[in-house]
């Protein structure tokens, strides 16, 4: 799912760490993808040796070991949901923002 760019703004860091903040409620959502760390596997495809060049994919680790999460109760989190592999969680966003945007009668 593509993020609603009229419904929400989105920010992110190199971990895969995001925000998401609605534009409708004004609600912040934090996600942190949980997995094993590595850097991505993308950068330049040097024509000649066909091994891939640049240093872009070091920049972006792609998840957070659950050991560093920053979402728990202890650092203020309420409503803390592990998502299934393949389940979007910009749809789960969509989803709360709606019963949010229901709930304040928006």
């Not at 959502?29 to 091994?51: C, M, Q, R, S």
């Not at 989190?77 to 019963?99: M, N, Q, T, Y």
Request: with cysteine; glycine share 10%.
């Amino acid at each position: 799912m593509k993020i609603d760019e009229k419904r929400f703004l989105q920010e992110s860091d190199k971990t895969g760490r995001f925000i998401v903040k609605s534009k409708i409620t004004g609600k912040k959502y934090f996600v942190e993808p949980i997995g094993n760390t590595h850097a991505a596997d993308w950068g330049d495809l040097d024509p000649a040796t066909k091994k891939m060049t640049g240093s872009y994919g070091e920049r972006y680790e792609g998840c957070v070991p659950e050991k560093d999460s920053l979402i728990t109760e202890a650092n203020g989190f309420e409503k803390i949901e592990l998502l299934d592999a393949g389940v979007s969680p910009l749809s789960e966003i969509d989803r709360r923002d709606r019963e949010y945007q229901k709930q304040m009668g928006l």
